[in-house]
């Protein structure tokens, strides 16, 4: 049996965090398998990330937990101009490229699951900035409740 805790309790609460999130991912796209939860929540953090300036994508790194936060910095790579798609359909294919063949035809459900998810666990005000500085039709993708 492994074990999980590392008795360092910032550590144990970091790991408990990112695993709390990936369950509730996992509920959000009724799956059982939080591996898959993981990839999805990682593509759409990277997309999302990249359509972001860098002040934007560092104001929401830290509101995500410490191991979210990490999966989310992955492979960043910092652009004073962030990429431009405009359309729903052009973000659900980053997704779908950065996902398992078996798991990209549901890109537009997993990007929606994911912004659902944030906004859920993250500050209302801080995700209402994110949301007002993407293009009209890409807010689309986050839920209503949400949306400005």
Do not use: C
């Not at 509920?27 to 002040?55: F, I, K």
């Not at 035809?105 to 007002?132: C, H, N, Y």
């Amino acid at each position: 049996m492994s074990d999980t805790h590392t008795h360092i309790p910032a550590l144990d609460h970091s790991v408990q965090q990112a695993n709390l999130w990936l369950k509730k991912l996992s509920e959000e796209l009724h799956s059982e398998d939080r591996h898959d939860a993981y990839r999805v929540l990682r593509a759409v953090l990277h997309v999302l990330r990249d359509r972001l300036t860098p002040e934007q994508a560092v104001h929401l790194g830290a509101q995500l937990p410490t191991i979210v936060r990490g999966i989310y910095y992955e492979g960043s790579r910092i652009s004073a101009k962030p990429d431009n798609e405009r359309k729903p359909a052009d973000f659900a294919a980053l997704v779908a490229a950065e996902l398992p063949p078996s798991m990209a035809r549901d890109a537009f459900r997993a990007t929606k699951a994911v912004f659902s998810l944030l906004a859920q666990e993250l500050d209302p005000g801080e995700t209402a900035k994110i949301i007002a500085t993407l293009p009209v039709p890409l807010r689309s993708l986050w839920p209503a409740a949400k949306a400005v």
